[in-house]
């Protein structure tokens, strides 16, 4: 008998993997802090005997180096992934055994497409394959991006991508289960896909367009599909291939109000990391507010001008220490200074805190009207499905550079939900401009009776 146990990864919508039999087991995919990978094979009693690479992330830094270092695993990475250290190369076709006394192996299928060298690997039981690790290639009702690597590639990773799906559909039997690391709100998903939890290649025959449409009309859809990049994923391919360090989570050291307010005065990031609510109530002048239940990692290292100090500020030391380990998955590393507790806590004495208004979709009916700026931050795409009619335009991960670009007046900000312009309004409010933050579905914009057009 084998296992898989599943890693999740939420706040970046990924997943790695552990799969094995009685004794030993294999590691797919392993996010950068490798505790839970080592928890999760101490949990089963097994030892690591290979860590396995898709391919090289562009989307989070990888634990797979320092994991196979720590416990002695070969580290298989596809053989044509250009990187700066050992590794054992892994070729079309190459198998490996995982586990002889449970017949389980591990056999390798280039699937080019989300990167050049990409890589899946299926895993046999006495030689039928039982599930296949597709990484970034075939997801849940889609297929992961083709646009990381390089603009002048990406039609062509498209059509790869087309051909590598159609190659594990035609290769493995129907009832594989199909076991991707990508795809569960991860943004080098090439779509949303489904939302399903799991799948086998003969649900995907069914309902995947990489799987139902031909080359050209997928090609075409996937192109048109494509989303904005995350800003740091840049940074993301050069770690992985340089080989990333191991990560320390020990706590920051601690800053009193002083050295918050001199680490502001010298244009380092001050982050709250209490919820949205929390912060509009009452803030330190000049924070920006990501909240540590959020996609904390995602947003704030697309805003973050790479390279530049955070001080974290958290309600709890429990808080605090999950959002460092969230940043350690995407390259932020050690946060310069750190503080816990109450906002009154991290202002000097006599300063009063900032706060500015949240309101609903309904409210922004009530009050609109002459030198009232409505702005939409969500993406693109999202505002071409439905937009407020008169609204402003500029999607949150521009607004950090834009922010002079908007019309005078009090600033009522959207998203989504709530999330996205909570940062948004905290962006603005440290810029001092007069900021209303809506909190609320946009779905209730057309329903509270405002003008929602479409693109």
């Given at each position: 008998?084998f296992?898989?146990?599943?890693?999740?990864?939420?706040g970046l919508g990924n997943?790695?993997y552990?799969?094995?039999?009685?004794?030993?087991?294999?590691?797919?995919?392993p996010?950068?802090d490798?505790?839970?990978?080592?928890?999760?094979?101490?949990?089963r009693?097994?030892?690591v005997s290979?860590?396995?690479e898709?391919?090289?992330?562009?989307?989070?830094v990888?634990?797979g180096l320092?994991l196979?270092?720590?416990?002695?695993?070969?580290?298989?990475?596809?053989?044509a992934?250009?990187v700066?250290?050992?590794?054992t190369s892994?070729h079309?076709g190459?198998t490996?055994?995982v586990d002889?006394?449970a017949?389980?192996?591990l056999?390798?299928?280039?699937?080019?497409g989300h990167?050049?060298?990409?890589?899946?690997?299926?895993?046999?039981?006495?030689?039928?394959?039982?599930?296949?690790?597709t990484?970034?290639?075939l997801?849940?009702?889609?297929v992961?991006?083709?646009?990381l690597?390089?603009?002048?590639l990406?039609?062509?990773?498209?059509r790869?991508?087309?051909?590598?799906a159609r190659?594990?559909?035609?290769?493995l039997?129907?009832?594989?289960?199909?076991?991707p690391?990508?795809?569960?709100?991860s943004?080098?998903?090439?779509?949303q896909?489904?939302?399903?939890?799991?799948?086998t290649?003969?649900?995907?025959?069914a309902a995947?367009?990489?799987l139902?449409?031909d080359v050209?009309?997928?090609v075409?859809g996937?192109?048109?599909?494509?989303d904005?990049?995350p800003?740091y994923?840049?940074?993301m391919?050069?770690?992985?291939?340089?080989?990333?360090?191991?990560v320390?989570?020990?706590?920051?050291?601690?800053?009193?109000a002083d050295?918050i307010?001199a680490?502001l005065?010298a244009?380092e990031?001050v982050?709250?990391?209490?919820?949205r609510?929390a912060?509009?109530?009452?803030h330190?002048?000049?924070s920006?507010?990501?909240?540590?239940?959020g996609?904390?990692?995602?947003?704030?290292?697309w805003?973050?001008?790479?390279?530049r100090p955070v001080?974290?500020?958290?309600?709890?030391a429990?808080?605090?220490?999950a959002a460092?380990?969230?940043?350690?998955?995407?390259?932020?590393?050690?946060?310069?200074?750190?503080?816990?507790?109450?906002p009154d806590?991290w202002?000097?004495?006599?300063?009063p805190?900032a706060?500015?208004?949240?309101a609903t979709?309904a409210?922004?009916?009530?009050?609109?009207?002459?030198?009232?700026?409505?702005?939409?931050v969500r993406r693109?795409?999202?505002?071409?499905?439905a937009f407020v009619?008169?609204s402003?335009?500029v999607?949150?991960h521009?607004?950090r550079?834009?922010l002079?670009?908007?019309?005078?007046g009090?600033?009522w900000?959207?998203?989504?939900g709530?999330m996205r312009?909570a940062?948004?309004?905290?962006l603005l409010?440290?810029?001092?401009?007069?900021?209303v933050?809506i909190?609320?579905?946009f779905a209730a914009?057309?329903?509270a009776?405002?003008?929602?057009r479409a693109?």
């Amino acid at each position: 008998m084998f296992f898989v146990d599943t890693v999740e990864t939420p706040g970046l919508g990924n997943r790695g993997y552990l799969a094995g039999g009685e004794r030993t087991a294999l590691v797919v995919d392993p996010p950068r802090d490798i505790d839970r990978m080592i928890a999760a094979a101490a949990r089963r009693g097994v030892r690591v005997s290979h860590v396995v690479e898709t391919h090289l992330h562009n989307d989070y830094v990888s634990g797979g180096l320092e994991l196979a270092r720590v416990t002695g695993a070969a580290y298989l990475v596809p053989a044509a992934a250009r990187v700066s250290f050992d590794r054992t190369s892994v070729h079309d076709g190459d198998t490996v055994e995982v586990d002889a006394h449970a017949g389980l192996a591990l056999r390798a299928v280039a699937t080019p497409g989300h990167t050049p060298h990409h890589m899946s690997y299926v895993l046999e039981e006495h030689g039928t394959a039982v599930a296949v690790f597709t990484g970034g290639s075939l997801l849940i009702g889609t297929v992961g991006r083709p646009d990381l690597v390089e603009p002048r590639l990406t039609e062509q990773l498209a059509r790869a991508q087309h051909a590598s799906a159609r190659r594990l559909a035609a290769e493995l039997p129907d009832a594989t289960t199909v076991l991707p690391t990508h795809g569960f709100g991860s943004f080098c998903s090439s779509s949303q896909g489904t939302g399903e939890q799991g799948t086998t290649i003969g649900r995907e025959k069914a309902a995947n367009e990489a799987l139902t449409l031909d080359v050209d009309s997928f090609v075409a859809g996937l192109l048109a599909g494509l989303d904005d990049v995350p800003a740091y994923y840049a940074h993301m391919g050069p770690a992985n291939a340089a080989g990333p360090e191991p990560v320390d989570l020990t706590p920051p050291a601690v800053a009193d109000a002083d050295e918050i307010a001199a680490r502001l005065a010298a244009g380092e990031w001050v982050v709250d990391l209490r919820s949205r609510v929390a912060f509009a109530e009452g803030h330190l002048a000049g924070s920006l507010n990501f909240e540590a239940e959020g996609q904390l990692a995602t947003y704030l290292a697309w805003l973050l001008p790479w390279g530049r100090p955070v001080t974290l500020l958290a309600a709890t030391a429990e808080q605090l220490a999950a959002a460092q380990r969230e940043l350690v998955r995407v390259g932020v590393d050690r946060p310069s200074a750190g503080a816990t507790g109450r906002p009154d806590q991290w202002v000097r004495a006599g300063r009063p805190l900032a706060s500015f208004p949240r309101a609903t979709f309904a409210d922004l009916a009530e009050h609109a009207g002459e030198g009232t700026v409505v702005l939409d931050v969500r993406r693109t795409s999202e505002r071409c499905a439905a937009f407020v009619a008169g609204s402003v335009h500029v999607p949150l991960h521009t607004l950090r550079d834009r922010l002079r670009d908007l019309p005078p007046g009090q600033v009522w900000v959207h998203c989504a939900g709530g999330m996205r312009a909570a940062i948004a309004a905290s962006l603005l409010d440290a810029a001092g401009r007069d900021v209303v933050a809506i909190d609320d579905a946009f779905a209730a914009a057309e329903k509270a009776g405002l003008d929602v057009r479409a693109c």
